[in-house]
T-cell receptor, first 114, second 112 residues
Framework: GENVEQHPSTLSVQEGDSAVIKCTYS??????FPWYKQELGKRPQLIID?????GEKKDQRIAVTLNKTAKHFSLHITETQPEDSAVYFC?????????????FGQGTRLTINP | NAGVMQNPRHLVRRRGQEARLRCSPM?????VYWYRQLPEEGLKFMVY????????ESGMPKERFSAEFPKEGPSILRIQQVVRGDSAAYFC??????????FGPGTRLTVL
């Protein structure tokens, strides 16, 4: 079935340290994995995504890694800053009868402590 | 290029009334998705539509909820006879085929 598991549900790190959020998915046919950041009371915003033809993608302090064999992918934030505090959602695309559905993980509430 | 538009941003209804939520996708996007987010919870897929077609409604409650995306005009999510449990943020997203989804600002529905 369609399932995306995300861990941890909450994460607290000191400013300047790194944060890692992990997700696993169940359908080996999934080929697109976006990450969204949602600040309180706001819409989810795409921050980085990765397709299955690459194993890693980096954008400044944010990187995502993908292990297709193990069916898991991770978000890495380095040199964390207070503005990184938010809820982060991973997602995986599932294709059903030619249509696409984005299935989200449960979310990780990241708190950066000054 | 304007982003995904949703209105109203806030909607208050009494139990038993109808709620209509509107979503205008980004220009050039033909795919619309609706999600529900309960307080302190994640995003739950409800329905996926293309123009004049419902592609996947597996996340929609069987009763009282319906969605459409007509040839002209915005996509509409309709909730009939609302109950307190329907109180949530409803997000719409749009995309081109096989591309990332962009979210609207959401409609926060409160049922009294």
């Amino acid at each position: 079935g369609e399932n995306v598991e995300q861990h941890p549900s909450t994460l607290s790190v000191q400013e300047g340290d790194s944060a890692v959020i992990k997700c696993t998915y169940s359908d080996s046919a999934s080929n697109y994995f976006p990450w969204y950041k949602q600040e309180l009371g706001k819409r989810p915003q795409l921050i980085i995504d990765i397709r299955s033809n690459v194993g890693e993608k980096k954008d400044q302090r944010i990187a995502v890694t993908l292990n297709k064999t193990a069916k898991h992918f991770s978000l890495h934030i380095t040199e964390t800053q207070p503005e990184d505090s938010a809820v982060y959602f991973c997602a995986a695309i599932y294709e059903i009868q030619g249509a696409q559905k984005l299935v989200f993980g449960q979310g990780t509430r990241l708190t950066i402590n000054p | 290029n304007a982003g995904v538009m949703q209105n109203p941003r806030h909607l208050v209804r009494r139990r038993g009334q109808e709620a209509r939520l509107r979503c205008s996708p980004m220009k050039g996007h033909s795919h619309v998705y609706w999600y529900r987010q309960l307080p302190e919870e994640g995003l739950k897929f409800m329905v996926y539509l293309q123009k004049e077609n419902i592609i996947d409604e597996s996340g929609m409650p069987k009763e009282r909820f319906s969605a459409e995306f007509p040839k002209e005009g915005p996509s509409i999510l309709r909730i009939q006879q609302v109950v307190r449990g329907d109180s949530a943020a409803y997000f719409c997203a749009s995309s081109r085929p096989y591309n990332e989804q962009f979210f609207g600002p959401g409609t926060r529905l409160t049922v009294l």
